[in-house]
């Protein structure tokens, strides 16, 4: 069975750092899914952030978090991980991840097949 679970969020000054975690289990990294990373603040619709596939060598990055955060993976623990640095007050958001069966990252920000619960970021200022 398919399962993701994301961790990680917390609370943070503007200008600090975080890292969330995207456990994965019921599948490979190397198999034919791809993680995404969804935010979703507070009245806003959930967006896609980042994507993460074996495949891919540019992973995708949203231009409202490119050049701070980084995506980046641990195969043997089957683990995903988005570093958040320079975090500022409008990152404040439920952040979630999810697994799309897909070899490629290209229209992973459509949805996923498979969610995690959500983990809350709030960056102070």
């Known amino acids: 069975e398919v399962h993701v679970e994301t961790s990680g969020g917390g609370l943070v000054q503007a200008g600090g750092s975080l890292r969330l975690s995207c456990v994965t289990s019921g599948f490979s990294l190397d198999d034919h899914f791809v993680i995404g990373w969804f935010r979703q603040a507070p009245g806003k619709e959930r967006e896609g952030i980042s994507c993460?596939?074996?495949?891919?060598?540019?992973?995708p990055y949203a231009e409202a978090v490119k050049g701070r955060f980084t995506t980046t993976s641990d195969n043997a623990k089957r683990t995903v991980y988005l570093q958040m640095n320079s975090l500022k007050s409008e990152d404040t958001a439920v952040y979630y991840c999810g697994a799309l069966r897909a070899r490629y990252c290209e229209g992973y920000q459509y949805g996923m097949d498979y969610w995690g619960k959500g983990t809350l970021v709030t960056v102070s200022s």
């Open positions: 993460f596939s074996v495949r891919d060598g540019d992973l």
